[in-house]
């Protein structure tokens, strides 16, 4: 069971199911019918917790159904019998993304909860002049440590034809330069220098001995 509570940190209005528990992360531990086990504990830098009879468990990684399923697993190998367990995240830790390219306002901006590719471009300002929307790049590494990269379409994603993919923690999302159209820009702004300054061009033209 996930849940959200109101701690002092910001929270969204769900967590996904995909959500991967983290270090520092404070989680509500209960055994259903053994109010005895019922614990608050935070994630260690390690990323364990301690919990009664069963000592340390490695929690870091897993998603709440998963950890759940390893601490019932750890409690009905010696002590219950097919015990219950529920997680409920108290507090989780804030996380980042980073928004790089040919953004209004590129950075690195915290990760809260749950945040799709639109709308983490709309916190980063959209996309600035010359930006290809047609081909954003995210790049992410699993963890098992191996690197993604994904090209999406932001103007068929806005359209409705292709779906919004949620980030994740570490995401870096870059948005580059359409390169047609900065050689275009280009060559128009010297067209215009041109026309402005007739000596420009031949200038441009003279070669250095």
Do not use: C, W
């Not at 220098?193 to 200038?203: H, I, K, R």
Request: hydrophobic share 40%.
């Amino acid at each position: 069971m996930v849940a959200l509570p109101g701690a002092n940190k910001a929270q969204p209005t769900s967590i996904s199911p995909d959500y991967k528990i983290t270090p520092n992360d404070l989680l509500e531990v209960e055994v259903f019918g053994v109010s005895e086990l019922k614990r608050t504990v935070r994630v260690n830098t390690t990323g364990q917790i301690s919990l009664p009879l069963i000592g340390m468990i490695q929690v870091a990684g897993l998603t709440p159904a998963d950890a759940e399923a390893l601490i019932a697993l750890q409690y009905g190998s010696k002590y219950l019998q097919d015990p219950q367990v529920s997680i409920f995240i108290k507090e989780f830790t804030t996380q980042r993304i980073t928004l790089d390219g040919a953004l209004a306002k590129p950075g690195i901006y915290p990760l809260t909860g749950q945040i799709t590719l639109l709308r983490a471009l709309a916190l980063a300002g959209g996309g600035a002049q010359l930006a290809d929307m047609e081909q954003v790049m995210l790049f992410r590494l699993t963890p098992e440590g191996q690197s993604l990269v994904e090209k999406h379409d932001v103007l068929k994603i806005r359209k409705g034809e292709a779906p919004d993919p949620s980030l994740q923690a570490d995401d870096v999302v870059v948005v580059n330069r359409n390169g047609a159209r900065a050689t275009l820009r280009d060559s128009l702004f010297r067209d215009i220098l041109d026309t402005l300054n007739p000596f420009s061009s031949a200038y441009r033209n003279v070669t250095v001995p």
